[in-house]
């Protein structure tokens, strides 16, 4: 699982805090009272906290409060991560601990995991990792960058890498990195020529190896952000040679021997484009899983185009739908779509295009929809990691001006002429609604909030209200006057 | 001129630490090396220095916009316009002065808003007369004292020995005359003169080393080479009562070639100089000359021996197999091992720190590929003896940079760019993570870590968190 910091200020949206593992719609990591403790922004920009009874606990005197990964957390009074900042550490009273004195300049995006987080030696300006219970280097701030990537951290110094656990454990070194959601890839290049001779597949849940592919001819690189790919080439004694490519999660071997077998030309996290060709020199192309399994039959002509994507912070395709395209034989094309993360074909609701059909992903798990002006479809539907691709029938003849969210595969909020609302997809009914001044978002997992807006010659005034969110009920939890938004952990 | 005003380095260090040694440290950190006073200059992150124990700990405040290391009892150190002696607890034991240059218990100063300086012994409180200019030589350690007179500059040489400028010697000072007026130093040789085309004048050339003068009249010509700012060497044409003009090319050892018609300078490497000497006698050879600032390294009629620097900091000439080097430190003459059936031809050559080069070899066998072999070879007391092969150091993937003193090696490690200590045989004594290493003497380091650096002592590690600038800067030392 690969988490990200993101700061939420936002007037009248309230962002969604993303959850990345498909368990987290029903996992109790609370990621909105970190550590007990919901981290808010008034109406004057500054940070503080309160707890779940929603009494301050923690001052608004804060130009930045980061949220609670152990006992204690980065703040600041004058700056923030992207402009730079002095930080110091506060506990969950909002005391000032002492602690190594460390900054932040904007040199690497903050990266934390539960009980620690990469943060700059003010003096050096190099990165290490710092225990938030014990305000204790767990790893030297030695390094150019460190960028923690679920319990693995990537420490860069110079164009050397090293592999560490968050508690400063070694894991390994390597000469370059590659990470998507759940694992890493660690290479090692040969020396003379230049070219990756090694890869170890490290899991980021616990930063165990769980692939050794060393002295090889070759090691190439294919990024699908969900199923990270690499191409081993080898050569026998007659110099006949193989390129086997494998997928991390997966036995399958797509693999050719001088050009003939299965080989990979591109991929899109899940879906995988094979060239297969024969001794006799013919060869085709088409689309599989990582598991091996065709998805449509051969026979596409050109590239497949992306009609369609969503990206991470690090700009980083994490979904996206390909449209491909087969001759219908008198000069025009059939088209047909596939999405990446599920390696299903989709089909469209009857009638509906990728423009009047506009596409929302429920980044919590694997499902994906499609609204049109006044109906919702399902396209691809996510239960324990099995996808399903069959266009269901959600809402029809719905009166909505738009959807901003749909989480958990249940939570969608929405607006219409009314207002602003949250819905139980499963029973259609609305849990939340506010009036058009305000927001009702959810908040994954286990949380709603709203906020209603006021406009005074004299400034802004909210009143916030956190709702706890329990198999489709909402029981109000406490309301606020002056909060303008949320400091949260979003984690992709 | 007292004889032999150079001390070797080493007893210089001696003495300082003797007058050291009487302070106690006032923690119980380190009180050896760079530490001897007990403290070291350290600059905090607003730029101002102050002094800090082993241990990080500042004992003297950091107000200072500049500040030495203690060089036995004092330092120097000052704010604004104001310069101040200072003992180890950080008391000002003499100033406010114009400025201070502190030789251990002398110093040179200038008064606040005064011209002209004095020599000031700090543990009397005496004043030596006011002079109008000085220069310090570190080499040969003296001070160059001026003072301007009626129709010249009064100049006089004082070596600096024990932290004391010795007295007024009178075989040093000398008086300058005419309209155009030199003095400078190259080497152990110091011209002082004046020249006027009309009327030729006098001029002196003084070897520091030997306390020997050598005076003409009648001279027409000094003629710093390659310039005034930076000779390395010397023409003086001088003509006598009949007229006749005479050469002498005078070189930083005190060697003299007389007879000659005309010199120039063909070529040069750092600190090595190659001159060509046409004689007067046309009969003669013209003769080459290559020499640092202590010596002539070689000299002889047939340039084609001499092989030219093409890469690094080197001329060599082989002979026999064996390879001698000429540079700023002196002559090597090393015999790389023969490898049967192979050629071993020198490839490059650089300076590595502290009388050291680095030397890389090219093993070509007669089938397959070209090797590399990378030797230091070091001059000792008794000149050049020491020598050791760090081929394996660049399958480490580090390049040595520097030699210290102690003969351990200051790495840059390719991959991360980062720099650190090893011995000789590659062990590691600095751990390879700091963006810079600077030797302090004996174990200790000043560690760079991005914009920070401590003090490393080999054994102990760093001696303090990273929470100053800079700590002991070479200036300071």
């Not at chain 1, 029903?26 to 929603?54: C, M, P, Q």
């Not at chain 1, 060239?275 to 039959?297: E, L, R, V």
């Not at chain 2, 003797?18 to 006032?26: E, K, P, R, S």
Request: with cysteine; hydrophobic share 40%.
């Amino acid at each position: 699982m690969k988490k990200k910091i993101f700061i939420v200020i936002t007037a009248l949206v309230l962002v969604a805090a993303l959850c990345g593992v498909l368990a987290a719609c029903s996992n109790t990591d609370d990621e909105v009272f970190r550590g007990g403790v919901l981290i808010l922004t008034d109406t004057n920009g500054r940070f503080g906290a309160v707890n779940e009874k929603g009494e301050e606990i923690i001052p608004f005197s804060f130009s930045f409060i980061m949220p609670f990964v152990g006992d204690y957390t980065l703040a600041s009074y004058d700056g923030n991560f992207e402009d730079g900042m002095d930080a110091f550490f506060i506990d969950k009273e909002g005391n000032i601990a002492e602690g190594p004195s460390v900054t932040y300049t904007g040199k690497t995006d903050p990266s934390y995991t539960q009980g620690y987080i990469a943060v700059q030696d003010k003096y050096t300006g190099f990165m290490g990792i710092m225990d938030m219970n014990e305000l204790a280097w767990s790893l030297r701030p030695i390094y150019d960058s460190v960028e923690i990537n679920g319990n693995v951290a990537v420490a860069a110094m110079g164009s050397d890498y090293e592999i560490y656990k968050c508690d400063g454990a070694l894991i390994t070194s390597a000469d370059y990195v590659t990470a998507s959601r759940d694992y890493l890839l660690a290479y090692t290049l040969n020396e003379e020529e230049e070219y990756k001779d090694g890869v170890q597949i490290i899991s980021l849940a616990d930063g165990s190896v769980v692939a050794d592919v060393q002295n090889v001819d070759y090691v190439g690189t294919l990024n699908g952000y969900t199923s990270l790919g690499y191409t081993v080439e080898t050569a026998d004694s007659a110099g006949a040679v193989t390129r086997t490519t494998r997928f991390v999660g997966s036995d399958h071997e797509f693999k050719a021997t001088d050009g003939v077998g299965e080989s990979v030309t591109y991929v899109w996290n899940n879906t995988v484009y094979v060239t297969t060709a024969g001794s006799d020199g013919a060869s085709s192309s088409a689309p599989y899983d990582i598991y091996g399994t065709q998805i449509i039959p051969a026979g596409y002509e050109g590239e497949p185009q992306t009609v369609w994507t969503v990206s991470n912070m690090d700009n980083q395709t994490i979904r996206s739908v390909l449209r491909v395209g087969w001759s219908d034989g008198v000069g025009g094309y059939t088209y047909r779509y596939f999405d990446s993360l599920s390696a299903k074909e989709i089909s469209l609701p009857q009638g509906a295009t990728f423009d009047s059909c506009e596409l929302i992903d429920d980044d919590e798990n694997g499902n994906l929809y499609c609204y049109t002006s006044n109906a919702l479809y399902s396209l691809v539907t996510e239960s324990e990691g099995v996808y399903t691709a069959e266009v269901k029938e959600l809402l029809l003849d719905f009166n909505f001006i738009d959807i901003d969210s749909i989480s958990c595969g249940r939570y969608m909020t929405y607006t219409s002429m009314q207002g602003n609302h949250l819905m139980d997809l499963a029973t259609r009914e609305d849990l939340l609604t506010v009036g058009l001044s305000g927001g009702a978002e959810y908040i994954a997992p286990g949380y709603a909030m709203s906020m209603e807006l006021a406009e005074h010659s004299s400034g802004i005034s909210t009143v916030f209200t956190v709702y706890k969110l329990e198999d489709g009920s909402l029981s109000e939890m406490f309301t606020l006057n002056d909060i303008i938004g949320l400091g949260l952990l979003g984690i992709i | 001129m007292k004889k032999k005003i150079l001390l070797p380095a080493a007893v210089l260090l001696l003495l300082c630490i003797a007058l050291t040694g009487v302070l106690t440290a006032c923690n119980k950190g380190e009180n050896t090396g760079v530490f001897a006073s007990g403290v070291i200059p350290v600059q905090d992150e607003y730029g101002y220095w102050g002094y800090a124990d082993s241990n990080g700990e500042i004992v003297i405040p950091c107000e200072y916009n500049y500040a030495t290391a203690f060089n036995g009892e004092y330092a120097a150190a000052g704010r604004g316009s104001a310069s101040y002696v200072i003992d180890s607890s950080g008391k000002q034991v003499a100033g406010p002065f114009g400025s201070v240059v502190l030789f251990g218990n002398d110093a040179i100063v200038s008064d606040l808003g005064a011209d002209g300086y004095y020599i000031y012994t700090l543990s009397s409180g005496e004043r030596s007369e006011i002079f109008d200019r000085y220069e310090y030589l570190p080499e040969p350690e003296a001070v160059r004292i001026e003072t301007d007179a009626s129709g010249g500059i009064v100049a006089e040489y004082r070596s600096v020995e024990g932290g004391a400028v010795q007295p007024a010697d009178e075989n040093a000072s000398f008086f300058v005359q005419g309209s155009t007026q030199y003095i400078f130093e190259f080497g152990s040789m110091a011209v002082a003169g004046a020249t006027n085309y009309a009327e030729p004048g006098e001029c002196s050339v003084y070897n520091l080393e030997t306390s020997t003068v050598a005076n003409y009249a009648g001279v027409t010509d000094i003629t710093p080479m390659p310039s005034a700012d930076a000779a390395v060497c010397a023409a003086v044409t001088s003509s006598d009562a009949e007229g006749n003009t005479r050469v002498d090319f005078i070189l930083p050892d005190g060697t003299f070639i007389n007879g000659v018609y005309d010199v120039s300078l063909t070529d040069s490497v750092p600190g090595v100089t190659l001159a060509r000497v046409a004689y007067n006698d046309a009969e003669k050879a013209d003769g080459y000359f290559l020499f640092n600032d202590k010596a002539v390294l070689w000299q002889g009629e047939d340039i084609s021996a001499l092989n030219a620097p093409l890469l690094g900091s080197c001329y060599y000439t082989e002979e026999e197999g064996a390879f001698t080097f000429y540079t700023e430190y002196g002559a090597f003459t090393h015999t790389p091992e023969q490898i049967d059936g192979a050629t071993v031809s020198f490839s490059s050559c650089t300076l590595a720190g502290e009388g050291a080069i680095a030397v890389s070899y090219a093993v070509i066998p007669a089938e397959g590929d070209i090797s590399y072999r990378n030797v230091l070879l070091r001059l000792n007391e008794q000149g050049f003896a020491e020598v050791s092969d760090v081929s394996a150091f660049a399958e480490k993937k580090l390049s040595v940079v520097y030699v210290t003193e102690e003969w351990n090696l200051i790495v840059r490690n390719n991959l991360s760019g980062r720099y650190g200590v090893t011995d000789i045989s590659g062990d590691t004594v600095v751990d390879i993570v700091y963006t810079g290493v600077r030797p302090l003497g004996g174990d200790f380091y000043a560690v760079k870590m991005g914009n920070a650096e401590s003090v490393y002592k080999v054994g102990s590690g760093e001696l303090m968190p990273f929470i100053f600038t800079a700590v002991c800067p070479e200036e300071a030392l």
